[in-house]
């Protein structure tokens, strides 16, 4: 097959930087891609957590005085764009998906290890690209959502290179979906059943199913968009006849599934931690499996609850109210069956279990929330307010990237063959954990009594509640301390893993720490249960 | 075994008893002004009680299996190899499923009484014809609405104010003045990007879409300023795009709109 031939490339080892340096240089291997994706993303991610510094700064107090109301606008935009497309999305994906896949499939690299690269390549200059924008002057001040008229109408330079970059940043995430389908589909090891492949598999088969089916839709709405910016078309521009809540069905009809695009493979990474960590099967696979693909299908159906208040007809209201209600049955059975893997297990408290179970609790709260807002006299009040942050804070941030922490503590030897520090750890959970909550569970408060989202001012009467949250958000700005100088120390001198530390069943863990180029000298290991904690065959 | 069960239903009746009583003796919601308002609080209150029984449910079995399954130092091996349990998991299908469902029929109820499921296409008052498209909103209509005669209001919206045309009085106010238990038909237009109309004592929002004119009405039942906010990025001064709402007795009404009227014709 042309695949493997492809893949030896990788294998010129001659060609390739040793040690750390590997990783800064262009490579083939999915080892060295996933880590770059990590790498990447946590950079860009400081970035989006500065910026969401600054906006906490500004309302610590009722009036528009840390910084202008049309810069404001501007980090805001900034802050959504960065943590969604350079963050979230790269790094739940495109980290953890090349890095894991292929020792999932029993493969040497991915399908297509060029476009595997082409794909992160992408990433760092349209991020730059993006971030450089806010320089040029007149950075988009949209929102991330960049609705027409207003995204026609504010400063052109910015949004037209807001819209570049997430062009570029959508090609990358259709670039990695292919590859994955194909890896997941084509490169299994013979003997190796569809059912017997670890949950994150089936995850991100479920996730790039959304990434390659709802994109491009992303990708053509933006280009229509910029014609109408550039070229003065009318295609979202009601002053040329246009229809502003067409672009609102095409925008959601992307944007929704990127939701589960972001925590989809989270739910994947979680249900590969907690059974390692609780040294039990993982409870109901086959209806985890039928779960994520229930999900994917009803996340293509629901996107218009994002506009309940844009002048939709009532039986759409009413369909899409149904739909979205319904995906809390799939979602609340892989919850279920998380909470069942603990029980009666023998749980490790460490730090990747803890994060683990933060995010269980902070994605019910998030899910709640969410089934709340599905109903359309519910949302009908709450729409576009504080309410909303809260919850998808709850979701993105509670849910994924507490799930992006728990993986790092997770594979951390495997990837570097060194433990992380326990300690430090824990103490990077708890101030994370109290600041999270403390950061966006006054927010729901602020939304129902009236605050409305994205704005620089505020009525006075918010401004003590606003502080809670602000005082919240510094201690997720410290919590990233911690964390630092544990990867740093562990990196340097922290203790020797072993292989195996542990002792866990999935592919990657039954080779080296780190892995070999071609992740295992000899042939790739055939594990029918990845999850046969308990039983007699699996020591 | 019996003492086990005992146990759990201890905590399940404790979990409900928390939620209820957090349901009914905490408002997290300003006070309510419109009819639509204690609708939409029977519906919040439902689903907060609810939410808080999943939720404390949920955090006290991850917090108890945490504590009770930790591993201890003497402790080697793994746990029990249990893969599945087919009739738990399609008990844990079905009910939420079921819950689910009565939650989307109740607020599919809650929204038909808001006046949300009303065709509001046809003929209406103010159009001026009736070829001009309008996009739905919420139509309230309030039990003592025979006795009432309508208030026609004409709202515009750009960046960054709201302007209230009075048709019948040939006037523009920077401020809405409505008598309470009047029930307010509005038909909103923006000038330029999309702005939102807003108040949250009402529990009622809409866009105002440029190009596509829409409908809300409403009927106030409280006497008071309200806050009408802005609810849709629009611009720079998105956040401070205000106008307030000034529900008052029907002769204080009357008064402020004839005041408004004499002027407006002596000009
Ligand atoms: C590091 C902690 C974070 C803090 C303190 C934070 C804070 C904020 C704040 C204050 C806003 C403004 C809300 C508004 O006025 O609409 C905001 C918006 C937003 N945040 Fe975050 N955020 C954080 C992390 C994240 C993450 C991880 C994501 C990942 C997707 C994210 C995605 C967004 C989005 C999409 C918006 C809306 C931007 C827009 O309205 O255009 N945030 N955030
Ligand atoms: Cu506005
Ligand atoms: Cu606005």
Redesign the interface.
């Known amino acids: 097959m042309t695949i493997l031939i492809d893949s030896q490339d990788s294998n010129n080892k001659s060609l390739q930087p040793k040690g750390w340096l590997r990783y800064f240089s262009f490579s083939l291997d999915h080892k060295v891609i996933g880590i770059q994706y990590l790498v990447c993303g946590f950079l860009f991610y400081l970035i989006g957590g500065t910026l969401a510094s600054a906006i906490r700064i500004e309302l610590t107090s009722p009036m528009?005085d840390f910084m202008?109301?049309?810069i404001?606008?501007q980090v805001l935009t900034l802050h959504g764009t960065i943590m969604i497309f350079l963050w979230i999305v790269p790094v739940v994906n495109g980290a953890f998906g090349n890095y894991l896949i292929p020792f999932y499939v029993g493969a040497r690299d991915m399908a297509f290890p060029r476009l595997n690269a082409v794909a992160f390549w992408l990433i760092p200059p349209s991020g730059l690209m993006l971030v450089a924008s806010y320089f040029v002057e007149g950075a988009a001040?949209?929102?991330w959502t960049a609705?027409p008229?207003?995204s026609i109408?504010?400063p052109q330079s910015g949004q037209i290179i807001w819209i570049m970059s997430v062009l570029l940043l959508g090609g990358s995430s259709i670039f990695g979906g292919i590859n994955f389908i194909a890896t997941i589909i084509k490169l299994r090891r013979p003997g190796l059943k569809l059912m017997q492949l670890p949950m994150y598999c089936w995850a991100m088969l479920g996730t790039s199913l959304l990434v390659v089916l709802s994109t491009p839709v992303l990708a053509g709405t933006l280009i229509l968009l910029s014609f109408d910016i550039v070229a003065h078309t009318g295609f979202f521009n009601?002053?040329l006849?246009?229809?502003?809540?067409v672009y609102q069905h095409l925008f959601w009809f992307y944007s929704h599934p990127a939701v589960y695009i972001m925590v989809l493979p989270a739910f994947g990474l979680v249900s590969e931690i907690l059974p390692v960590h609780?040294?039990?099967?993982?409870?109901?696979?086959?209806?985890m499996v039928f779960s994520i693909m229930g999900i994917v299908v009803l996340g293509l159906v629901v996107w218009a609850h994002h506009m309940f208040?844009?002048?939709?007809?009532?039986w759409m209201?009413?369909f899409f109210?149904?739909a979205t209600?319904?995906i809390?049955?799939p979602t609340?059975?892989k919850?279920?069956?998380w909470?069942?893997t603990?029980?009666?297990?023998?749980?490790?408290?460490n730090s990747a279990?803890l994060f683990s179970?933060g995010f269980?609790?902070n994605f019910?709260?998030g899910g709640?929330?969410g089934?709340?807002l599905a109903?359309?006299?519910?949302d009908?009040?709450v729409?576009?307010?504080y309410f909303v942050v809260a919850h998808f804070h709850y979701i993105v941030y509670g849910g994924t990237v507490f799930i992006i922490f728990s993986s790092i503590y997770h594979w951390f030897p495997k990837v570097t063959g060194k433990l992380m520090n326990e300690k430090l750890g824990i103490l990077h959970f708890a101030i994370t954990f109290i600041g999270f909550n403390l950061c966006f569970a006054p927010q729901?408060?602020l939304g129902?009594?009236?605050m409305?989202?994205?704005?620089?001012?505020?009525?006075p009467q918010f401004q003590f509640v606003n502080q809670i949250s602000s005082l919240g958000a510094l201690l997720m700005a410290i919590s990233t301390i911690p964390f630092l100088i544990n990867i740093y120390a562990s990196i340097k001198n922290g203790k020797d893993s072993g292989d195996n530390p542990w002792d866990a069943l999935t592919p990657e863990w039954l080779t080296t720490s780190p892995p070999p180029v071609e992740n295992w000298e000899g042939e790739a290991p055939l594990v029918e249960e990845p999850?046969?904690?308990?039983?007699p065959i699996?020591k | 075994m019996l003492n086990k069960n005992f146990y759990l239903i201890l905590i399940i009746s404790a979990v409900f008893g928390i939620s209820f009583w957090i349901g009914f003796n905490v408002n997290?919601?300003?006070v309510e002004a419109s009819i639509n308002a204690p609708?939409?609080d029977e519906?919040?209150k439902i689903?907060f009680i609810i939410?808080l029984i999943?939720?404390i449910g949920?955090?006290i079995?991850?917090v108890y299996?945490?504590f009770k399954?930790?591993?201890r130092k003497d402790?080697f091996?793994?746990?029990?190899?249990?893969?599945?349990?087919l009739s738990?998991?399609i008990v844990?299908?079905i009910i939420?499923?079921i819950i689910?469902?009565i939650?989307?029929l109740y607020?599919?109820n809650?929204?038909d009484r808001?006046g949300?499921?009303?065709?509001l296409n046809h003929s209406h008052e103010m159009m001026k014809s009736n070829t001009e498209k309008i996009?739905?909103?919420?139509s309230q209509t309030s039990n003592n609405e025979v006795a009432n005669k309508n208030l026609s209001v004409e709202v515009s919206a750009m960046q960054f104010a709201f302007l209230f045309n009075y048709p019948k009085g040939e006037f523009i106010s920077g401020e809405l003045h409505v008598p309470v238990d009047h029930k307010v038909s509005m038909k909103m237009e923006s000038k330029?990007?999309?702005h939102?109309f807003?108040v949250?004592e009402f529990?009622?929002?809409?866009?105002i879409?440029?190009?596509?004119p829409?409908i809300l009405n409403f009927t106030p039942t409280k006497v008071g300023k309200y806050?009408i906010?802005?609810?849709?990025?629009?611009?720079?001064?998105?956040?401070?795009m205000r106008a307030s709402i000034i529900v008052e007795e029907e002769s204080d009404y009357k008064d402020w709109f004839n005041k408004n009227t004499k002027t407006e014709v002596s000009l």
């Not at chain 1, 208040?309 to 009532?314: D, E, M, V």
């Not at chain 2, 879409?209 to 596509?212: A, D, F, R, S, T």
Request: with cysteine; hydrophobic share 40%; net charge positive.
């Open positions: 528009s202008p109301r049309d404001y606008n001040q949209a929102g609705y008229p207003l109408t504010t009601p002053v006849g246009g229809n502003v809540v609780s040294r039990k099967p993982l409870f109901g696979y086959t209806t208040t844009s002048g939709t007809p009532p209201r009413l109210t149904i209600a319904f809390a049955v609340g059975i919850f279920f069956n909470v069942a603990l029980w009666g297990g023998k749980i490790s408290i279990m179970c269980i609790i019910v709260f709640i929330t089934v709340a109903q359309v006299p519910f009908i009040h729409h576009d307010t729901h408060w129902l009594n009236g409305p989202r994205r704005v620089a001012e505020y009525d999850y046969g904690y308990g039983k699996s | 997290l919601l300003p609708i939409y519906l919040f689903l939410g999943i939720f949920m955090t079995a991850v299996s945490l399954f930790r591993k402790q091996g793994d746990g029990i190899a249990l893969e599945g349990n738990l998991e844990w299908t939420p499923s689910v469902l939650i989307g607020s599919y809650i929204y808001m949300g499921m009303k065709e996009w739905a909103g919420i330029d990007v999309i939102a807003w949250p529990r009622i929002k809409q866009d879409i440029p190009g596509q829409t806050p906010i802005c609810a849709e990025l629009c611009g720079p001064y998105h956040g401070g």
